[in-house]
């Protein structure tokens, strides 16, 4: 394994830890406009990226109409579920979890924006 992934890896793991149920649900608001210009989590609709709308719970790579880079599809392949620890790993450092991912962002760094990020997303649902 590349040094920089077990460094990234160490770092995720003493830095996240175990996700709080719990986060700043107006924080994670602000946090994801990080995330606007490629996502919407208010609205069934992709862009450069899929819709985050209802993502918790959620399988991997399966929002309607968005193509997924063969790397996600991969990922998520064997049936794996968006839940909140799942997800914190990724936002943490998404190349790292999945080589080969379109998502160009290189990660959220600070343990409380992730946490924050994943209580707004809780808050949009698909309907």
Not at 18 to 26: C, I, L, Q
Not at 30 to 36: H, N, S
Not at 49 to 60: A, H, K, Q, T, Y
Not at 95 to 123: C, D, H, W
Request: proline share 6%.
């Amino acid at each position: 394994m590349p040094l920089r992934l077990v460094c990234a890896s160490l770092l995720f793991c003493l830095g996240a830890g175990v996700v709080h149920a719990a986060g700043d649900v107006e924080a994670g608001a602000q946090v994801f406009k990080k995330c606007g210009a490629c996502h919407t989590a208010t609205e069934p609709v992709n862009r450069v990226g899929p819709s985050l709308m209802g993502i918790i719970g959620r399988p991997v790579a399966t929002f309607a109409g968005y193509n997924y880079s063969s790397a996600m599809q991969a990922f998520g392949g064997d049936g794996k579920v968006w839940d909140d620890e799942l997800l914190s790993e990724y936002l943490f450092s998404p190349k790292a979890m999945v080589p080969g991912t379109k998502m160009s962002f290189p990660g959220l760094r600070k343990p409380q924006e992730i946490e924050n990020v994943i209580a707004y997303l809780k808050t949009s649902v698909v309907q």
